[in-house]
């Protein structure tokens, strides 16, 4: 039995328990949630490591033989993510002991964001359909509370939209994942790959649409990306920074599993279907962030936007462009956390988000500007940053199927990104402040301490520019682990089609 | 049966929907938890309208004797059900709040955010 895949799971779930016991000690939940996040970034660190090789570990929970029981499974691209939810659970959870009010603090943000990132390691490690419902559901009511904790005006007006649409795309899964049992028998996930080969396409092809339809509204894709915008805005900026980073993203990874595993052996076709939603996601979305005069929501609309350029290599569906998606989500984790935490600081020194009414920030925080640089020019694709090469990667295989529409949409794409973060970068930095800066005073607003995750992604997106050789490497090894399904397979039930 | 609780679900289905059109947050919730009713339902259903019929391989025997009643729905429904309970009371808990919040229930009023020129949180 494989402890590695559970103790990333087990690890937020004690820590969120005893912090519930404490529910009185605001600074003991506060450190108990920094401590459990470093843990579990020490296990996925390990498991990554395990992995990293191009083997598949799995653990088959209470020792019921797939596929019974509820199978873990971590492959590369698996650990890959459970590593980055880790890294980014541990950066965001330091950003909050600074910038987390008293307040939301007492009604269990700690506990809760760990919750959170138990219900998307969840989601990266099961390997049995109903069980990634389930994680979904986790995640999705802690991501409800931390959304309107605070009850402030705005939150809850997109609480209740963010739970709606939510709440209808769990409603679609469960139906989808009802339909699938009832024809196939199984719910595990390798089980199902092996079965439903033998179906109809008149049937599976409906199934296939209902499942892109309930992952298309987790990952915003367009048309089903209006939540987002409405909603991502609301909470504090660690908040925003956690579901910037990795709950679209989860999405964004349920589509690849679903359609690279289980109906990889059906007639199934959606790879054009998902290469024109790609597009049409990164056009509204690049278009969308231009249109904004609030930074947040200049962000929302750009996470938009890269979900389309992520979605862009599943569509292409080739082994290479399945490594581009996985670099760029790599790559896209780190760097759009990293700038929703550092609006939040801007928004702390200008007291507002307002584009118009931000400025002068370069005078009084330069290092500030720098930071905002480095991640702005990485989401956009300048070399030498990561998100360059990560973009290459996906170009080149755009060019080697000789998809050239989507190819120009997402070079596209990153010039409407550059545009829009260097308007902001222009508004908000150069731009004389439209405000007195009262520069003592803003000094002591600013923690140090918020720079310290800051800093710590921008080294990390700098060194994935870097070593971009090593990473593509990795994202290639998990891209031919899963564009051939027999692997998984075989390493979940032992047996191959 | 099976084709009875078909129109049933799909009746729930389009009451669901239809609910969460309406402008009023009452009624959005009371939709949802419609929606999620006719999931639930849907599962069950597709473990089989079997009477009488434990999944229980008789003595001597080395195969089951179909049809027979699938347990594993059951057990699918039962943990949907749940999850359906805890999101429908967190749902009421945020119409609550923002009842007190906003003081409306309608949901055109909540575009505002949309709009609003909010004040920094950090």
Same mark, same amino acid.
């Not at chain 1, 970034?41 to 990554?48: D, I, N, Q, Y």
């Not at chain 1, 009010?101 to 009604?107: G, K, Q, T, V, W």
């Not at chain 1, 979605?311 to 290479?320: A, K, P």
């Given at each position: 039995?494989?402890?590695?895949? %559970?103790?990333?799971?087990?690890?937020?779930?004690?820590?969120? $328990?005893?912090?519930?016991?404490?529910?009185?000690?605001?600074?003991?939940?506060?450190?108990?949630?920094?401590?459990?996040?470093?843990?579990?970034?020490?296990?996925?660190?390990?498991?990554?490591?395990?992995?990293?090789?191009?083997?598949?570990?799995? #653990?088959?929970?209470?020792?019921?033989?797939?596929?019974?029981?509820?199978?873990?499974? @971590?492959?590369?691209?698996?650990?890959?993510?459970?590593?980055?939810? &880790?890294?980014?659970?541990?950066?965001?959870?330091?950003?909050?002991?600074? *910038?987390?009010?008293?307040?939301?603090?007492?009604? +269990?943000?700690?506990?809760?964001?760990?919750?959170?990132?138990?219900?998307?390691?969840?989601?990266?490690?099961?390997?049995?359909?109903?069980?990634?419902?389930?994680?979904?559901?986790?995640?999705?009511?802690?991501?409800?509370?931390?959304?309107?904790?605070?009850?402030?005006?705005?939150?809850?007006?997109?609480?209740?939209?963010?739970?709606?649409?939510?709440?209808? *795309?769990?409603?679609?899964?469960?139906?989808?994942?009802?339909?699938?049992?009832?024809?196939?028998?199984?719910?595990?996930?390798?089980?199902?790959?092996?079965?439903?080969?033998?179906?109809?396409?008149?049937?599976?092809?409906?199934?296939?649409?209902?499942?892109?339809?309930?992952?298309?509204?987790?990952?915003?894709?367009?048309?089903?990306?209006?939540?987002?915008?409405?909603?991502?805005?609301?909470?504090?900026?660690?908040?925003?920074?956690?579901?910037?980073?990795?709950?679209?993203?989860?999405?964004?990874?349920?589509?690849?599993?679903?359609?690279?595993?289980?109906?990889?052996?059906?007639?199934?076709?959606?790879?054009?279907?998902?290469?024109?939603?790609?597009?049409?996601?990164?056009?509204?979305?690049?278009?969308?962030?231009? @249109?904004?005069?609030?930074?947040?929501?200049?962000? *929302?609309?750009?996470?938009?936007?890269?979900?389309?350029?992520?979605?862009?290599?599943?569509?292409?569906?080739?082994?290479?462009?399945?490594?581009?998606?996985?670099?760029?989500?790599?790559?896209?984790?780190?760097?759009?956390?990293?700038?929703?935490?550092?609006?939040?600081?801007?928004?702390?020194?200008?007291?507002?988000?307002?584009?118009?009414?931000?400025?002068?920030?370069?005078?009084?925080?330069?290092?500030?500007?720098?930071?905002?640089?480095?991640?702005?020019?990485?989401?956009?694709?300048?070399?030498?940053?990561?998100?360059?090469? $990560?973009?290459?990667?996906?170009?080149?295989?755009?060019?080697?199927?000789? +998809?050239?529409?989507?190819?120009?949409?997402?070079?596209?794409?990153?010039?409407?990104?550059?545009? @829009?973060?260097?308007?902001?970068?222009?508004?908000?930095?150069?731009?004389?402040?439209?405000?007195?800066?009262?520069? $003592?005073?803003?000094? #002591?607003?600013?923690?140090?301490?918020?720079?310290?995750?800051?800093?710590?992604?921008?080294?990390?997106?700098?060194?994935?520019? %870097?070593? &971009?050789?090593?990473?593509?490497?990795?994202?290639?090894?998990?891209?031919?682990?899963?564009?051939? @399904?027999?692997?998984?397979?075989? &390493?979940?039930?032992?047996?191959?089609? | 049966?099976? /084709?009875?609780?078909?129109?049933?679900?799909?009746?729930?289905?389009?009451?669901?929907?239809?609910?969460?059109?309406?402008?009023?947050?009452?009624?959005?919730?009371?939709?949802?938890?419609?929606?999620?009713?006719?999931?639930?339902?849907?599962?069950?259903?597709?473990?089989?309208? /079997?009477?009488?019929?434990?999944?229980?391989?008789?003595?001597?025997?080395?195969?089951?004797?179909?049809?027979?009643?699938?347990?594993?729905?059951?057990?699918?429904?039962?943990?949907?059900?749940?999850?359906?309970?805890? /999101?429908?009371?967190?749902?009421?808990?945020?119409?609550?709040?923002?009842?007190?919040?906003?003081?409306?229930?309608?949901?055109?009023?909540?575009?505002?955010?949309?709009?609003?020129?909010?004040?920094?949180?950090?």
């Amino acid at each position: 039995m494989n402890t590695l895949l %559970i103790l990333p799971l087990i690890t937020p779930l004690m820590v969120a $328990a005893v912090s519930f016991l404490l529910w009185r000690h605001k600074a003991a939940q506060k450190w108990l949630g920094v401590g459990g996040a470093c843990l579990s970034f020490v296990w996925a660190c390990l498991l990554f490591a395990r992995v990293s090789g191009g083997e598949i570990l799995t #653990m088959q929970a209470g020792g019921w033989a797939a596929p019974f029981g509820i199978s873990l499974v @971590a492959d590369t691209l698996g650990a890959v993510m459970v590593l980055l939810t &880790a890294t980014m659970g541990l950066a965001v959870t330091i950003y909050a002991v600074r *910038s987390i009010d008293d307040r939301r603090a007492a009604f +269990g943000f700690y506990p809760v964001l760990q919750i959170l990132l138990m219900g998307v390691t969840g989601a990266f490690l099961t390997g049995d359909l109903f069980n990634l419902y389930v994680w979904f559901e986790v995640m999705l009511m802690s991501s409800f509370v931390l959304l309107a904790l605070g009850g402030e005006r705005a939150q809850v007006e997109g609480g209740i939209k963010y739970v709606t649409i939510n709440l209808l *795309s769990s409603a679609l899964f469960l139906a989808a994942i009802g339909f699938l049992y009832s024809v196939t028998g199984t719910l595990n996930m390798a089980d199902l790959a092996l079965k439903i080969g033998a179906l109809p396409t008149s049937l599976t092809a409906p199934l296939s649409v209902l499942f892109l339809v309930a992952f298309g509204v987790k990952a915003a894709l367009f048309p089903l990306f209006f939540w987002l915008p409405a909603s991502y805005h609301t909470p504090p900026a660690a908040v925003s920074a956690i579901f910037a980073g990795l709950l679209t993203k989860v999405g964004v990874y349920a589509l690849i599993r679903t359609f690279t595993l289980i109906f990889a052996f059906t007639d199934v076709d959606v790879n054009n279907l998902l290469l024109i939603l790609a597009g049409l996601t990164m056009v509204t979305g690049g278009l969308g962030a231009l @249109a904004q005069t609030d930074a947040r929501r200049v962000l *929302s609309f750009l996470i938009i936007a890269h979900i389309g350029v992520a979605v862009m290599g599943l569509g292409l569906g080739t082994t290479r462009a399945l490594a581009g998606t996985i670099f760029y989500l790599i790559e896209d984790v780190i760097v759009l956390t990293n700038l929703f935490l550092i609006i939040g600081i801007m928004g702390r020194v200008c007291g507002t988000f307002e584009v118009a009414r931000m400025g002068g920030m370069y005078r009084t925080h330069p290092m500030l500007g720098a930071l905002f640089l480095v991640a702005a020019w990485s989401l956009s694709g300048v070399p030498p940053f990561s998100g360059f090469f $990560a973009k290459l990667a996906l170009v080149q295989a755009g060019l080697e199927v000789e +998809g050239y529409t989507v190819v120009a949409l997402s070079l596209m794409v990153g010039i409407l990104t550059l545009v @829009a973060m260097m308007r902001l970068w222009a508004e908000a930095f150069w731009k004389p402040s439209p405000m007195v800066i009262d520069a $003592a005073h803003d000094k #002591m607003r600013v923690a140090k301490m918020l720079f310290v995750p800051v800093c710590a992604l921008s080294l990390m997106s700098i060194g994935l520019g %870097i070593g &971009a050789q090593a990473v593509y490497g990795v994202a290639l090894t998990a891209a031919n682990q899963i564009s051939d @399904a027999n692997v998984y397979i075989e &390493a979940v039930l032992g047996v191959t089609r | 049966m099976i /084709v009875m609780l078909a129109f049933v679900i799909g009746g729930l289905y389009a009451a669901g929907l239809y609910m969460m059109l309406r402008r009023s947050i009452t009624k959005l919730i009371i939709g949802l938890s419609l929606l999620s009713h006719a999931s639930n339902l849907l599962i069950f259903t597709t473990g089989g309208l /079997v009477r009488a019929r434990p999944p229980i391989i008789a003595d001597g025997a080395t195969e089951i004797i179909k049809p027979f009643a699938d347990p594993v729905p059951q057990a699918l429904v039962l943990t949907a059900i749940v999850i359906s309970f805890g /999101v429908t009371a967190f749902a009421l808990v945020l119409l609550h709040r923002t009842y007190l919040t906003i003081g409306t229930d309608d949901l055109d009023d909540l575009s505002k955010t949309d709009l609003a020129r909010s004040e920094t949180n950090g």
